[in-house]
């Protein structure tokens, strides 16, 4: 089955600075992945997706890098504000007209002012 | 705010009992997911309805149960609690939830369960 995960626990960074959130998978079959943002308390937030026909996708102020080779994608925050603080989950599907995603174990985001 | 809502936002109970969490998808949805999130397991896929009808079915227990209802909105049922229940349960929402891979899943602001 599909499995999703994420190289760090924690990432810190100060305010203004460029971040970058790794997530691997292991399922060569997944053929969409999405971001998700979880702020404390709340769900999860639709950030970014992307699909496997693609290898970058861009919206305000975050990339989504797609390395099928290696089964890599990353997160890209430009310019990281302190409301940009919060789990960050990778997700994928399986494919194979399912649409059930599985979880990587989320990245906290710390942005120092 | 999503559009998806779910009621309660706390729920409280003791081993052994039964408790129902309610989700209303957005406007025009017709697929609701549940997942559930525990410290230890993260955000995990119980089930997925569509129409009404039961779509896939990841991790759920058979104590837990499920069904979408002919207005969309969906209820989780979970029943014999015990101590490890106790968890997030996200409600998600897209508009298919067939095939084609963009289906964006929009998460409701869960229910936080306590089983005591």
């Known amino acids: 089955g599909e499995s999703v995960g994420l190289h760090l626990p924690t990432l810190s960074v100060q305010e203004g600075d460029n971040s970058i959130i790794n997530c691997a998978y292991s399922?060569?079959?997944?053929?969409?992945f999405i971001w998700y943002k979880q702020e404390s308390g709340k769900g999860p937030q639709f950030i970014i997706d992307?699909?496997?026909?693609?290898d970058k996708r861009q919206g305000q102020r975050v990339t989504v890098l797609l390395n099928k080779t290696v089964k890599h994608l990353s997160l890209q925050i430009a310019a990281t504000q302190p409301g940009d603080s919060a789990v960050y989950f990778c997700?994928?599907?399986?494919?194979?007209?399912?649409?059930?995603?599985?979880f990587g174990k989320g990245t906290k985001l710390s942005v120092i002012p | 705010d999503s559009g998806v809502t779910q009621t309660p936002k706390h729920l409280i109970t003791a081993t052994g009992q039964r408790v129902t969490l309610r989700c209303s998808p957005r406007?025009?949805?017709?697929?609701v997911y549940w997942y559930q999130q525990s410290l230890d397991q993260g955000l995990q896929f119980l089930i997925q309805?569509?129409?009404?009808?039961?779509?896939a079915k990841g991790n759920i227990l058979e104590r837990f149960s499920a069904q979408q209802f002919p207005d969309l909105h969906s209820e989780l049922n979970l029943s014999s609690l015990e101590l490890g229940d106790s968890a997030l349960y996200f409600c998600?929402?897209?508009?298919?939830?067939?095939?084609?891979?963009?289906?964006?899943?929009?998460f409701g602001p869960g229910t936080r369960l306590t089983v005591l």
């Open positions: 998600a929402s897209s508009g298919t939830g067939t095939s084609g891979s963009s289906d964006t899943q929009y």
């Open positions: 399922n060569s079959a997944s053929d969409y």
């Open positions: 992307i699909r496997s026909n693609m």
């Open positions: 997700a994928g599907s399986s494919g194979a007209g399912s649409y059930q995603l599985t």
């Open positions: 406007s025009g949805d017709l697929s």
């Open positions: 309805y569509y129409n009404g009808e039961e779509r």
